[in-house]
């Protein structure tokens, strides 16, 4: 018989006890992108890449990144990831690679791939769990002697270990930091697989120099620098008051070192000068000399809603660093051959107090027929067969769903597509009036790839895995503008080109029977083969002058 197993309070209480953080991910791996074998490969090269581009723009440096991935035995490879950016200070490197949550951009309300302080420590936990080795990182700064680490990471205290540390004599780069770690993994080509993904992330960061080796290849593939400048770096920014809510206010008026609320209000938020601040106060019934850790809890509450009451500017833009219609088109233009293309970069926008930036581009072709080259008065130049679309280009089909590249701060999202704000954006935009296939409650068809790209200081994704942005309201509105704005322009060249098209059979038409006119008139009239040839061009030259394109 199944012996009693219930407890008291006192027996649960003995196996109550804090959980640490790195434990937990371990256990729910999948929360951050480790799901299967596959996606661990991608997610780890996703972090090293993120981070490695970030600490490059950061420092104003223009990245050249190595990406590297070596086959160790069926399962196991091997992922390297170097960059020529600032480096990484000595004392940091076990912290940064050996602990979950801990990094310089959770804080910082700047725009950047990272935000949470999860990412490389993640990649090499999940190293270490599969394959017991931790993850091994060589860095060197401008200023500090190259060193070389080998990580493992204790995870119940969620606190690295140095399994091996030494300084090295010299290093390859004059600074830059190289990670290195061994992975239970699965490398695959096709959609989603880390090739698709290096492609997306040179669509969208045409500034960076990437090499990138994979097994299967002869040599490395390079995608190189398309503009030489750097991105505008985004500043940093206070939070806006509409963005924090009533927890977050009551934290920071225990930790502000301001000493009037009036002054806490002016000092730790954007956009609230001394007028602004005082308006609060009133409207709050509050003094504006109240000390800031001494306002009760119910007070905190008049305050959130004074603040929700009062008029107070949008928060400033300059924090954001959006692509830019030019830099899409040029990385669309790079990495996919389409006939047409039409971006749009929207003004910037707010939710929950955190600025943003949507932008769209649109790459669209005319597959599996014969490509018509028009110039801009619609003439037509020449003609082209057009191939059917293969890996290298980003265009499918005609008749396939079209190509949805999604990006939040220029880092390309691969999964949990349906569930994202972009493509619920797609879904809902009537593609129909712009000339495309739409069937209902899906993508909609044609051989054309949409580029979407959300800018901001807090990207809002789904999990802590960052691949698929939350639908919040603000957000989809704007990027349905913008693709409403791009459809526009699309709509009007299909139109044309279906004009030109047109024109084109007609053109043929003639051709094919005018020959057999002229036999037939030289019969009718008893003319010479030249009179023949003469009517001929005569009638040519008048058809071509009364058409109109
Ligand atoms: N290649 C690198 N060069 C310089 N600094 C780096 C590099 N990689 C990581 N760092 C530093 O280590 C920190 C932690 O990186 P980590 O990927 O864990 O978190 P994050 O990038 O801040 O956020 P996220 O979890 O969203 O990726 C970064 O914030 C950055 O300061
Ligand atoms: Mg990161």
């Known amino acids: 018989m199944a012996k009693n197993t219930h407890r008291t309070a006192e027996q649960m209480a003995a196996a109550q006890r804090e959980i640490s953080?790195?434990?937990?991910?371990?256990?729910?791996?999948?929360?951050?992108?480790?799901?299967?074998?596959?996606?661990?490969?991608?997610?780890?090269?996703?972090?090293?890449?993120?981070?490695?581009?970030?600490?490059?723009?950061?420092?104003?440096?223009?990245?050249?990144?190595?990406?590297?991935?070596?086959?160790l035995q069926e399962d196991r490879f091997r992922?390297?990831?170097?960059?020529?950016?600032?480096?990484?200070?000595?004392?940091q490197i076990p912290n940064i690679f050996g602990r979950l949550l801990y990094g310089s951009k959770f804080h910082s309300r700047r725009q950047s791939r990272g935000q949470q302080g999860i990412g490389i420590s993640a990649a090499g936990l999940y190293a270490q769990m599969t394959t017991g080795r931790g993850p091994r990182i060589e860095s060197k700064t401008a200023k500090g002697k190259p060193h070389r680490f080998e990580i493992q990471m204790d995870f119940s205290k969620n606190k690295p270990l140095i399994a091996k540390e030494e300084e090295l004599v010299e290093w390859h780069q004059k600074q830059g930091t190289r990670f290195e770690a061994d992975l239970e993994a699965t490398y695959q080509k096709g959609l989603r697989s880390v090739d698709d993904y290096m492609k997306q992330t040179a669509v969208s960061n045409p500034h960076a120099r990437i090499r990138y080796l994979a097994p299967g290849m002869e040599e490395a593939r390079v995608y190189e620098r398309a503009v030489e400048e750097l991105p505008a770096l985004g500043e940093e920014i206070k939070p806006h008051p509409y963005g924090v809510e009533i927890g977050e206010l009551m934290k920071m008026l225990r930790d502000t070192s301001s000493r009037t609320l009036s002054g806490f209000m002016q000092e730790e938020f954007c956009r609230v000068g001394a007028k602004v601040a005082d308006e609060i106060c009133t409207n709050a019934k509050l003094s504006k000399k109240a000390y800031p850790s001494r306002i009760a809890r119910e007070e905190v509450d008049a305050l959130y809603r004074a603040i929700q009451a009062t008029r107070i500017s949008a928060p400033?833009?300059?924090?954001?660093?959006?692509?830019?219609?030019?830099r899409i088109?040029?990385?669309?233009?790079k990495e996919c051959d389409a006939d047409f293309y039409s971006v749009v970069s929207r003004p910037p926008s707010v939710y929950r107090g955190n600025p943003f930036q949507i932008e769209v581009g649109i790459g669209w072709s005319r597959a599996g027929s014969d490509r018509l080259e028009v110039d801009e008065t619609g003439r037509i130049l020449k003609t082209r067969k057009r191939g059917t679309a293969d890996t290298e280009d980003l265009?499918?089909?005609?008749?396939?769903?079209?190509?949805?590249?999604?990006?939040?701060?220029?880092?390309?999202?691969?999964?949990?597509?349906?569930?994202?704000?972009?493509?619920?954006?797609?879904?809902?935009?009537?593609?129909?009036?712009?000339?495309?296939?739409h069937p209902r409650g899906s993508l909609p068809l044609g051989s054309a790839v949409i580029f979407v790209h959300m800018a901001s200081v807090w990207v809002p994704y789904t999990s802590e895995a960052k691949e698929a942005i939350a639908p919040y309201p603000e957000i989809l509105k704007e990027i349905k503008l913008a693709l409403q704005e791009a459809g526009r322009k699309l709509g009007q060249f299909i139109r044309k080109g279906k004009r030109v098209e047109r024109e084109f059979e007609k053109r043929e038409?003639?051709?094919k029977y005018l020959p057999h006119v002229g036999i037939g008139l030289q019969e009718i009239l008893g003319l010479s083969n030249e009179q023949r040839e003469e009517t001929v061009a005569t009638l040519r030259d008048s058809m071509e002058s009364t058409r109109k394109i």
């Open 21 to 71: 953080v790195s434990e937990f991910f371990a256990k729910n791996r999948h929360l951050l992108g480790f799901d299967n074998p596959r996606k661990a490969l991608l997610t780890t090269i996703k972090e090293g890449v993120d981070n490695s581009l970030d600490a490059c723009e950061e420092a104003g440096i223009l990245p050249d990144l190595l990406i590297e991935i070596i086959q």
């Open 79 to 91: 992922v390297v990831i170097e960059d020529n950016g600032p480096g990484i200070v000595k004392a």
């Open 316 to 326: 400033p833009t300059t924090c954001l660093s959006p692509i830019g219609e030019e």
């Open 329 to 333: 088109l040029e990385g669309l233009r």
């Open 395 to 437: 265009l499918g089909g005609a008749d396939d769903p079209i190509r949805l590249l999604r990006y939040a701060n220029r880092v390309p999202l691969l999964f949990q597509q349906s569930a994202c704000a972009f493509t619920k954006s797609i879904i809902q935009t009537a593609w129909k009036n712009y000339g495309l296939q």
């Open 509 to 511: 038409y003639i051709d």
